[in-house]
């Protein structure tokens, strides 16, 4: 499982969540396709590209004069799993509150 306060840390900026939503939708993109999309300088996406790597979000390998990106897809299931953990305590919260307030309705 990814380390998640680095994984959020690195998704909680915009251009860098944008970066991630947009290789889930197309898939494998080199940095200049990424580029071309943010309106950012190369270096910067650079830098956002190297927080996600080292965040371990995306993956990169090269091929030929190219660094292609991915989106680690380990990086997302752990972001889903910590969701649904959390997602399942709330309901079974919300489902105590439902019968304690049924209680007390049957009460009165």
Do not use: C
């Not at 091929?63 to 299931?77: D, F, G, K, T």
């Not at 972001?79 to 304690?100: G, T």
């Amino acid at each position: 499982m990814a380390t998640l306060p680095p994984l959020f840390a690195a998704l909680s900026d915009p251009t860098r969540f944008a970066i991630v939503e947009r290789l889930l939708s197309e898939g494998e993109l080199s940095a200049g396709e990424i580029h071309r999309g943010t309106g950012l300088s190369g270096p910067s996406v650079s830098r956002h590209l190297k927080v996600l790597s080292d965040a371990g979000v995306v993956r990169r390998r090269a091929e030929r004069q190219s660094r292609i990106y991915a989106v680690r897809p380990e990086a997302i299931e752990s972001v889903a799993a910590w969701a649904m953990s959390h997602r399942e305590f709330w309901e079974a919260s919300l489902d105590r509150l439902e019968r304690a307030m049924m209680r007390e309705m049957n009460r009165r």
